[in-house]
Each structure stands twice: as C-alpha cells, then as structure tokens.
C-alpha cells in the first residue's frame, strides 16, 4: 500500500500497510468533506465503511453519507416516490415493514451504476433512535450494509469498483457521527454451525426483510435432512439480474426440530452466480454439485463451455478440469466437499458442462448425473468419481431444469423442472413413460420439487412456492404416498404441518365438495370432484361464475390450442390450477385446509390435503380468511 499525503501531512498516520486505509473521525457538520488517500489495490481488497446516525426528524432524500464514484448513503420514507414503486414493493420488500406512524423509513446504499441495496428501519427491533451503519464491499464483489442488526446484500457484476484517485468523503448531514473508511474489508461475522429456527419449517423464509428460497435441493448424511437451497434477494434481480444466488443449508434430525448452518457454497469471484445442484455422498463424504451459470456476465467464447462440450465430443467422457488449469472463466457443472455435513470446501474442479447439475446415488452403487442446462441432455453415470460421465440414455422423453432422479422401491422417477415428470419401472435405458403427459405428475403448487429419502423407507418431498412478485419465495415440505403400480400421491408431512389457522372437512363419498375464502383480491374457490377424481383452486368470477381449470397433463397435451393452454397457469404458479387422478375419493374422504397469512409478504398461504392422497398449495396476495360456507 503506497502511502498519499495529498498534501496532509498527519494522514500518513491513518495508514496501516495491508490494513488500514483512512478513519474519518467526524464528530458532526454538514458538507464536512476528508480527502481518501488513492490505493490502487483498495477494489480488490474491498473496504468498509461505518458510520452512526439518527432518523429523527430527518427529511426524506437526504444524503447521509457520500464517496463520489463509489457509494451514497442516503434516507428517505419509501412509498412517497411512485418512480420507486418497483423498488418499495418488489426489489427491496419495504412498505411491508411500516413503523407505528404508518411511514416507512429506509436507508440506502447505492454504487453508482451498479445497484442499490436498502433496509426499512421498521425491520429493526428498534427502529427509532441512533443506529449503526456498516456498508462493506469485499473482494469477493458481495457487497452488504447493516442496519443494527438488519443488513441488506447484493453482488456485482464488473470486475472491479474504480476507486477515484482524487476522493474524498463527504458527510452530508448533522445526524452523522464517527464516520470511518477501512480496507482491506473487515472480515464477516463467522457464521454459528447451529443456530435454531424457532418458526415452523412449513412456509419458512430466511431472515431478513427481503430474503427468499429458490431452488431447494435435498438429502440425507448422518442421519440427518439437509435442505440446500438458493437464498434470494430482489426476486433474481440481484447482481444486475444474474441472480447472485449461492447455497445456505439448513438440516434436521427428526423433521421437527430444524437448524441454519453456515453457507454452504458462497460467491467468491464478481463472475459467480450459482446454479442448481444437488447434494450426494462419495468416498464417506456429503457433496454438494452446484453450476456456474457464467454466461449470464459474458459470452460463452469467453468461458471453458466450448473446451468441456469438445473434449466430451472427443473422448465419451466429460473428463475433470482444475479451474486454473483451463482457458477461460469457469462454466459448468462443479461441486464441494464436507467431512462433517457442515463445513463445505470447494473442490474447484469442472465436471460437466452442465450449468445445474443432478448428481445422485445410484440403487447400483454407481453414480448418476442428469444433465438439463447446458450440454447434451441425458442420463450419465460414472463408476465411483463425480466425473469421467458417460452418456447412458439420451431416451428421455422429458426436458426442463433442475431435473431430480430418485428410485423407490424398484420404481424409477425422474422429476425435471417445473413441469415435468417421468417414469420408468425398472431403469432401463429408454423404458421411460411422460406423466406429464399421462396425468400422473406429482407437481402440487410446489416450483422445482426435489425428493429425498427418509427413516422407514419414505420419500420427503421439498419445494418452494412462487412469490407473486418474482423468483424466489417460501420453504415446503410434503411426504409421497406410492401406491403398489408405482404411481405417486402426496400427504402432508406429519412431523411439519402447516402453520395458520387449520380446518377439517368430512366428505361424502362420491360428492363434491368445495369451501371458499374472501380476501382483497375477491373470493377464492377450492374444490374437490369426486366423481372426476380432480380437485382446484380458482377465484369465483365478478358474475358469480367458477371456471374449470385445466390440469398440468391437459396444458402440456393442448399442442396449438392456445385458449386450452393459456386458460390457467400451471401448478407451480401456486394460482388457479388443477390436478387429476386423485384416489380415495370413493369412499367417505377428509380434506384438511391450512391457512397461513404471511406479513413479510403480504400473502396469505394455502396447503390443502385431500384423502390424506394428494396436496395442493395456493397462495394470494393479502390476508383472506375462510367464508365457513360449503357447497354441495
């Protein structure tokens, strides 16, 4: 680190070699600006900035703190400024988070062309008063400011921050004390390896004012249930869209009692977000694959896909790869390593030019690998390494991404995407048949299900269930139900059922059966067809009226007809839709309905069980309540 006076003789003793870049000691005063020395390595070493600060009586726009070309910190009261309505309500989650006057004061980081990142002083424990801001930016281009205890978090997507060889810092307002600028950036806070969840795993959201569950990936190490899952921000707009998603964990011994871990697979590089992967066990360890989804901040020439997609073409196998190795950013399938089902490290190696790799234990001992984003689609398997893949079955007659393999006493099913499932009785190369096609699909109002085994031979099967403003929202869990020909049902999950208000129906044999429940969006309809084995979720028309909703199987059979196809949404849109080939209902049948209403969100959750055979998941924006009326 170079020492710069810039003309000020006493800054050189604000400099530290390898540690300290400048404190700004500023006790107050508006417009009260200290020149930054200029150090060339200070955006890949990261900074943090501190600060104090007190909202009351503040204005709203009012710029707190200022390093010109590098990051503003301002206040204002969210929900005033209808250019920002997008931010207030989608991006950054605020007015859900209203202190007691009806306000919503925010504090805002923003980067000049790169992104903004806020927290709603509602959020906080205490929202009135003085506060603590820490704004840190590593080397890892993360990014995050703190609110007490509240902090808000994005990724960028440019190699570097240009630190301004002439800057300076300026505090911009009177409520503004003990500003300081470190670098390199000061460490995170360690992670605890446990730290119990305390709500109901059912519907759970991490902590935080605008954080969500994306792509859930499951299994089983020790004795234990591990959920992996992409933590969200901004609904997939973070790192200017990229996502920034990377892998948080969470695990249980008995399904009930539930624990966060430290991060599993973090972001370490600004071309990183990661794609969906799963986790297996090899040589005695867990193992969680994961993508690179590196196409998404450059052109694929710019990457190792072309190298990966020609070697496979060349050998038959896909061959393993260091990353510093290989020409190019890495792209692809890799994976990391934990000897204690905590504590993961990357292994840094490429093993497939898939961007969300399925790698799964095998009933043969072997090793599988489904591939869907990036490279050629099939089944691979591999004689006891995660790589040397070997093309297996190119029949599937499915295709989608995230795609979840899992054998079941004898019977083969392949899950993949959002949409779409297979089956296939006993394995074979090309002997698979499309339930999706077929009506037999398990897809329940759940995005991107994945499923694991558990004690006794069950089968858990885990999701999440689309937020109405985006990518990304809440934790669910269901168990299957096989029946003797293979086909699958779905029960709520006994050890975790759903929070909120519940109610229990008794059903005629035969009949239908529907309830309903009035909210700020009108009145939804759920329904059970006896006689048709279907069942749907559907809001009642302004006329009266309540449409027929078509399932997954007649969407994906309606070719052309556009009016078939676009009548409704499909499942995982947790909306209207419709699900078939129920069985129980000829015989007197229960349904059981949760009602959940979530206030980070401003959406009311439904969970419905139907003859303890199949489950359905619904969800409204606003808080509705049950009409306690049937009709027969």
Known sequence: MQNETRGIADMKKLLVVG???????????????????????????????TFTFSADGLSSGCTLVDIPGVVRVAFRFAGTDHALDELDNRFGNYLNFKTADGRCPVVEATIPGASTIGVPLGALKRPDGTHKVTIRRGADAQWFMTVDEAYDEDGLRAKEIVWPKEASAAVCSDRVKDFAVVSPAVPRLAEPDARPIERPIQFWTPPGHNTWVGD?????????????????????????????????????????????????????????????????????????????????????AETTEPFLKKYFAEHGDTGVFDFDAIDG????????????????????????SAQNPTIYNRADGRLGFVNSYGGIHGIYVSDGKPWGWRLEDDKIPIGGDCPCAFEWNGHHYLLQGFTHMAYNPDGAPGNW??????????????????????????RIIVGWISHPRGWGGWLALHELVQYPD??????????????????TFACEAGRRFSTRFSGPGGTLEFSVDATLARAQFVDVRADGSVPRCVTNAERNRAGGNKALANRNGPPHCAHEY???????????????????????????????????????????????????????
Not at 433 to 458: E, I, K, N
């Open 19 to 49: 540690c300290m870049l400048a404190v700004l000691a500023v006790r107050g005063g508006v417009d009260h600006s200290v020149p930054l020395p200029a150090v060339q390595d200070v955006a890949k070493r990261g900074w943090t900035a």
């Open 216 to 300: 859930v990936v499951v299994g089983v190490f020790k004795n234990r249930f591990h959920i992996f899952y992409l933590i969200d921000r901004r609904h997939h707009a973070s790192k200017g869209g990229a996502g920034g998603h990377y892998f948080a964990h969470i695990s249980s011994g008995d399904l009930v009692h539930w624990v966060e871990h430290p991060t599993a697979v973090g972001l370490d590089a600004w071309w990183q977000t990661l794609g969906t992967g799963t986790p297996f066990v090899w040589d005695g360890k867990l193992c969680l694959a994961y993508g690179l989804h590196t196409t998404r901040f450059m052109p694929s």
């Open 329 to 352: 950013y890495p792209l692809g399938a890799a994976y990391a390593v934990s000897e204690d089902g905590v504590h993961f490290t990357r292994a840094n190696r490429l093993i497939h």
């Open 433 to 458: 048949t499309d339930w999706s096609q077929t009506g037999d699909d398990v897809y329940d109002g759940l995005s991107v299900p994945m499923v694991a085994s558990w004690a006794g031979g069950r």
């Open 486 to 503: 293979g086909k699958l049902g779905s029960k709520w999950l006994k050890e975790a059922p759903p929070p909120g208000e519940g109610f």
């Open 578 to 632: 419709a699900i078939e080939r129920i069985r129980g209902l000829t015989q007197p049948y229960t349904v059981r309905i949760a009602v959940y209403y979530d206030p980070k969100a401003d959406v009311t959750l439904f969970d419905a069980e139907i003859a303890a055979q199949r489950t359905m998941i619904c969800r409204r924006a606003g808080r509705y309540v049950s009409t306690m009326k049937e009709v027969k």
